[in-house]
């Protein structure tokens, strides 16, 4: 049986393209429909707060399309908050998600799906030939490069908003804050197979662009928060405890040289070396202290919201 899809659109103050994207994705539906690759087609568009009619447009193709589903947020909470509460919505097998800018091109709904039929659970697009000014292009790909290495998930485009899901992956995911641009690196961390598509990216028609720079800046904190996330959240010890280890080593080799200068003869209460030596004891007994309450209430947590996003049910 070919599966259902489900089409997620975060929209924020993009009332010139709504029916125009609209069009565009019933027309690739079609196609999809009469090729046998989908059964039927539901979209959820996510107005997040927009103060245009980005609301009021998505509700006039809602009276003629019963297909068309609408959920808004009272004011503006981020991309994250949208795609988070989307994907606790969806009905379909598989999830498409895309902007509503008209910049990603529904005909490339086949490739995305022939690629999940492949074996793969998430598939990313890649803005090969990216249609933005310098500004946005050269940021975007050092922060690429930055997230491949530190988090060993080569992909070219990260933070492309054009992929496709299974379903499962999609609630597998928890985003919050910024961590959208980090979906492939939160989907690798539960298991799942990813890879990526080159995908045609158009300029924008309507509107402008809702980052700036301080989006950069939010996203490598976010990017240190999802590391961290990826490597240490079932085992905070691990972190904690090699820094808390590292400092109470210090320091106790610190004391025990001045210890050993001391039953020579030599005065060492005045010397920064003791205070030092002292403070880094201290702190690795912080650290190590801190390692503990995190393997806690990780225990705590597992403990009552056991879950199984990493296990693959094949029959």
């Not at 509460?85 to 998600?97: L, M």
């Not at 976010?222 to 490597?231: I, M």
């Amino acid at each position: 049986m070919a599966p259902n899809l489900s089409v997620v659109i975060p929209a924020y103050n993009e009332e010139g393209s709504i029916a125009e994207l609209y069009r565009r994705i019933t027309e690739a539906v079609k196609n999809l429909k009469s090729e046998g690759l989908i059964g039927g087609c539901e979209l959820l568009f996510v107005n997040d707060g927009s103060t245009d009619g980005t609301r009021e447009a998505v509700l006039r193709l809602h009276e003629e399309d019963p297909a068309v589903h609408l959920l808004s947020f009272r004011q503006n909470f981020g991309k994250s908050a949208a795609l988070n509460a989307a994907f606790r919505h969806v009905r379909g097998d598989v999830v498409i998600t895309m902007d509503a800018d008209l910049q990603d091109d529904p005909a490339e709904f086949p490739r995305f799906l022939r690629k999940l039929g492949e074996g793969y659970d998430l598939v990313v697009g890649w803005k090969k030939m990216r249609q933005d000014p310098a500004e946005k292009r050269l940021p975007s790909k050092l922060f690429n490069r930055v997230t491949s290495v530190l988090s060993g998930v080569h992909l070219h485009d990260h933070d492309c908003g054009f992929k496709a899901f299974r379903r499962e992956v999609a609630e597998a995911l928890e985003l919050y804050g910024e961590l959208h641009r980090y979906i492939p690196v939160l989907a690798h961390r539960q298991g799942f197979r990813i890879t990526e598509i080159a995908v045609q990216h158009h300029r924008r028609q309507f509107g402008h662009s809702k980052y700036g720079i301080e989006r950069y800046m939010r996203g490598m904190l976010d990017c240190l928060t999802t590391l961290f996330l990826l490597r240490y959240s079932d085992r905070p010890m691990y972190f904690f405890g090699k820094i808390g280890c590292a400092c109470f080593g210090a320091g106790f080799f610190i004391c025990l040289y001045l210890t050993a200068i001391w039953f020579s003869g030599v005065r060492i209460g005045g010397r920064p070396l003791l205070v030092l030596g002292v403070l880094l004891i201290l702190l690795g007994i912080q650290f190590i202290s801190t390692g503990f309450i995190g393997n806690l209430i990780v225990d705590v947590s597992h403990r009552s919201g056991y879950r199984e996003d990493h296990i693959e049910k094949v029959v």
